[in-house]
């Protein structure tokens, strides 16, 4: 079944030392996300990127770094982990068409811990 | 801007019973509007969405959705709540994003506890 992968599920880190979180596709489609969700609050979008063009959040923190080597892969980069960015981090696909009614289709997301 | 907002953060119902989320939708222009469930530590899945075919929006699950714009409202129900349905519910609006791709913007979801 096509889908949206994450990798790991569950990742512990030490407070500032970097961390790496992986997702990858087989929808083939030209926009991925990456959105932050802390505890009992909606997901946040961090970034996107529609095929090799970077978007960035006004307000996502320099700490957050993104990478799209190609259409299946993209990954977050959190440079100095601090406990405050522990939170589920949500990898988000879509086609990227015309109009507010793009679909966007969901990975399990990483749980991060930072110690 | 384009924004939803989600009446109630915690809704209890008896299984068996009917489920109502509610929605509303600030928006400017015609929306594009969207449910989500959430399972504990998954991410979000797709229950319907609104792209102004048709206002009523059946979804997975027995799930369904009424857009109604007098009311600027897209209220989720399910006339038969299961144990199974217990999760938490984002409602979000589909915007143009300052790149080429849409922004999902949502509410602050509403936690479904289903008691037997």
């Known amino acids: 079944d096509a889908m949206v992968i994450q990798n790991p599920r569950y990742q512990v880190t030490q407070f500032g030392k970097p961390v790496t979180l992986s997702c990858s596709q087989t929808?083939?489609?030209?926009?991925m996300y990456w959105y932050q969700q802390k505890s009992s609050q909606a997901p946040k979008l961090l970034f996107h990127?529609?095929?090799?063009?970077?978007?960035n959040e006004a307000d996502t923190p320099d700490n957050f770094q993104s990478r799209r080597p190609n259409t299946s892969f993209c990954f977050l980069d959190i440079r100095s982990p601090g406990l405050g960015d522990a939170a589920m981090y949500l990898c988000a696909t879509s086609r990227g068409v015309a109009g507010g009614a793009d679909t966007q289709y969901f990975g399990p997301g990483t749980r991060l811990t930072v110690l | 801007a384009q924004s939803v907002t989600q009446l109630g953060s915690h809704v209890s119902v008896s299984e068996g019973a009917l489920v109502l989320l509610r929605c509303n939708y600030s928006?400017?222009?015609?929306?594009?509007l969207f449910w989500y469930v959430q399972y504990p530590n998954q991410g979000l899945q797709l229950l319907l969405k609104?792209?102004?075919?048709?206002?009523l929006v059946k979804g997975i699950n027995g799930f369904e959705a009424e857009f109604k714009k007098s009311e600027t409202s897209f209220h989720l129900t399910k006339p038969s709540a299961h144990m199974s349905d217990a999760a938490e519910y984002f409602c979000?609006?589909?915007?143009?994003?300052?790149?080429?791709?849409?922004?999902?913007?949502f509410g602050s979801g509403t936690q479904l506890t289903v008691l037997p």
């Open positions: 928006s400017s222009v015609p929306p594009y």
């Open positions: 979000a609006v589909g915007t143009l994003s300052s790149g080429s791709a849409r922004q999902l913007t």
């Open positions: 929808l083939n489609h030209n926009v």
């Open positions: 990127y529609y095929d090799k063009d970077f978007n």
């Open positions: 609104y792209t102004s075919a048709a206002t």
